[in-house]
């Protein structure tokens, strides 16, 4: 039923595919490309606009890992747990951080600032190991380097 | 006239119907391929993998329960290895399923400890892996215990695709893989209407009833409490399976079981059923009629189907009859009638339900319209499968105990009530006595063949008065849609409409088929069932609701006449739209 009015971009986004069966897991994408992530709201707004259950959008949403359910943060932290780096110490960065900042990763900060995620060799083995902020890569990583690292950002965010 | 195939299971040569599995063909020679997921209700999902056989010529295992014999197959079902590796894929489960068999719900009961067991499994062969899942027992009707989840997938079949609610579906993949409703959310967030269907078809114990036997128990040994009874009309049908007897009625034995339990009064829903048809016939007569309200009118003593339309179909408000349902009639009267008749306080009275159905629990805080007495007219719903435990913790020999009878003036039922636990049942006990009302005469057939049996979807006609009419008649949530669809149609083309009395209940085959009822349920089981309600109808000597005499003198000494003032306000309720998701 199309009771709901949906909002002005999510409208812009749903008419552009409109009448392509098959058509969820492109407009889930152009969402996540406008918000960085997929707001419930917008998942709920779309279920009613399209008749699709919230069941199956988020059966869809979370079956692939490129989907995110919560905002990114305004900093990507990035740890490298490829085996060069986890040799040479990564699992005690990511140990670090998650007490420095509070949260797991694959979640942000309460503040919105970091969000922490692991991912498989960023393809420098030889500065293992790596952490990546943004598109910043700091190399040869030992853990007191890491709560400097995150004041630079956290310094930067004072500012403004 | 179909195709059929030839072919060798086990070197025994076989001819099938072209389409039959080789799980089924299998069966038909005496052969038993172990099974898991597959539920003999549904359509295999083909996810565990226990059925596994091998074809000659190919190095493929195949699964049985999806794998339609071939011409000239040679299967082989059972060797070493087959048996290895399906003692593998148990390992397998188990490694994260808990080992908490002895305080789980599914105790003695459960599909995967049977199956491990016939495979003599004794120790752990994988490490253990742990998933950290809460447990959700938020509805208070249906309780969900993820980390026993097999992922065999049938609760979400049933739920998406039998009953068409979408509360619960499949979240993640791979080792991460739930079921779940949409999000981090709770069961009472989601669209879930609490109908169980889920429960009864779930093998583990990942999903069952919350359990209310403890309260009951407690009501029981309070000296300070006068506990009464009600059971419903299909729990006298299925309550033998816990024994292991199908199809038989055991409406004596559960009077003579519930007193025994030490309920001081035992009542029957289906003299209840009686009331709601006095007053559901006298609705439909003021508007097929008088045209008070519009057509069709609806009926609403399902409360899965109550819980469905208010979030789903509220643009059918106005067609929904205002009658409780029987179970909540019960509760009333029995705080009002009953108590003032027999000089008890009714603060003092604990109502005790026992209900084929898990949705009994939510509808009984419904709406505040729940405790018209003055008290909460029903205080503890226990399912069928609950009371069988009950049975079995008194120490009680239930087969063998002698037949009684209800306690009266809330238990002698006539047959059009009894029936009412079968899908067709309300409908054919509510046209048996709205004939009367609307003609002054008794219909010469009451039998009403064309609303009976296990078609998904029911349509006739039956003349009253030289007026045809039309009925339809719904039962598993999925097939509501197409019979609401026919009469917006109508009404938006403002032509005439396709039907003038539609009855509705959530699970396939009606209450018989209820989400609290023994499990392994198919529609062998539910004819089965129904076929039982159907004899006790056929042997009463009082058939219709109106002439039940019990049913007239409670009009006489306490309700005046069906919707009187008096009836609107103990037995009639309202309706509203709900959210489908609460966040």
Known sequence: ?????????????????????????????????????VPRATSLQLSN?????????????????FFKLEPPGK?????????A??????????????????????????????????????GCCGLAPVVKVDSKVYSKVTKDRVADILSEYEQEAAVK | MAKSIQAKINDIFIKVPEGTTILEAAKSVQIKIPTLCKHPDLPPSASCGICVVKAKGSNKMLRACCTPLDEG??????????????????????????????????????????????FGISEEYFPKIKRDLPMDDSTK????????????????????????VWALSFLQRGIKTRFSPAGDITLAESPCIKCGQCSAHCPTGAIVE??????????????????????APAVRASIGEAFGVAGKNFTGKLYALLRRLGFKAVFDTSFAADVTIMEEASEFEQRFVKGTKPLPLITTCCPSWVDFMEKFHTDMIEHFSSCKSPHEILGVLSKTYYASKNNIDPSKIVMVSVMPCTAKKYEITRTDEMSASGYQDVDIVMTTREL????????????????????????????????????????????????????????????LDVVRGLKRVKEGEIEVGGKKVRVAVAHGMANVEYVLNKVREAKKAGKELPYHFIEVMACPGGCVGGGGQPYMVTDEVRTLRAAALYEDDKTKAVRCSHQNPYIKRLYKEFLEKPLSEKSEKLLHTTYKGRPIYKR
């Not at chain 1, 900093?75 to 085996?83: E, K, W």
């Not at chain 1, 110490?89 to 692991?118: M, Q, W, Y």
């Not at chain 2, 009707?141 to 068409?164: F, H, N, S, T």
């Not at chain 2, 009530?417 to 079968?422: P, R, T, W, Y």
Request: aromatic share 8%.
């Open chain 1, 1 to 37: 039923m199309r009771e709901e009015k949906l909002s002005v971009d999510i409208e812009n986004i749903v008419k552009k595919w409109e009448g392509k069966k098959g058509s969820l897991i492109m407009i889930l994408h152009d969402i996540q490309n406008l918000y960085g992530y």
């Open chain 1, 49 to 65: 606009y399209l008749e699709v259950p919230l069941a199956r959008i988020y059966e869809v949403i979370t079956f692939y890992h």
């Open chain 1, 75 to 83: 900093h990507l932290i990035q740890v490298c747990m490829g085996t």
């Open chain 1, 85 to 122: 780096c986890y040799l040479k110490g990564a699992s005690d960065l990511l140990h670090e951080l998650r007490d420095i900042l509070g949260v797991r990763e694959g979640t942000t900060t309460k503040d919105g600032l970091f969000r922490l995620e692991v991912v498989r060799c960023l």
């Open chain 2, 73 to 118: 197959m040679e299967i082989t079902t059972h060797d070493p290895e087959i048996v290895a590796i399906r003692r593998s894929v148990l390992e397998l489960i188990l490694s994260n399923h808990p080992n908490d068999c002895l305080i789980c719900g599914r105790n003695n009961n459960c599909e995967l400890q049977k199956i491990v067991a016939d």
């Open chain 2, 141 to 164: 009707a249906v309780v969900l215990e993820p980390e026993k989840c097999i992922l065999c997938g049938r609760c979400i079949y049933v739920c998406q695709d039998m009953q068409d």
């Open chain 2, 210 to 231: 919350y359990f209310d036997v403890p309260k009951v128990w407690k009501a029981l040994e309070n000296p300070d409490k006068y506990c009464v009874v009600q059971i």
């Open chain 2, 388 to 447: 069988a435990l009950m049975i079995k913790q008194a120490g009680i020999d239930f087969m063998n105990l002698p037949d009684e009878e209800s306690d009266t003036i809330l238990g002698e039922y006539a047959g059009a009530g009894v029936i009412f636990g079968s899908t067709g049942g309300v409908m054919e006990a509510a046209l048996r006595t709205a004939n009367y009302f609307i003609t002054g005469e008794e219909l010469k057939k009451v039998d």
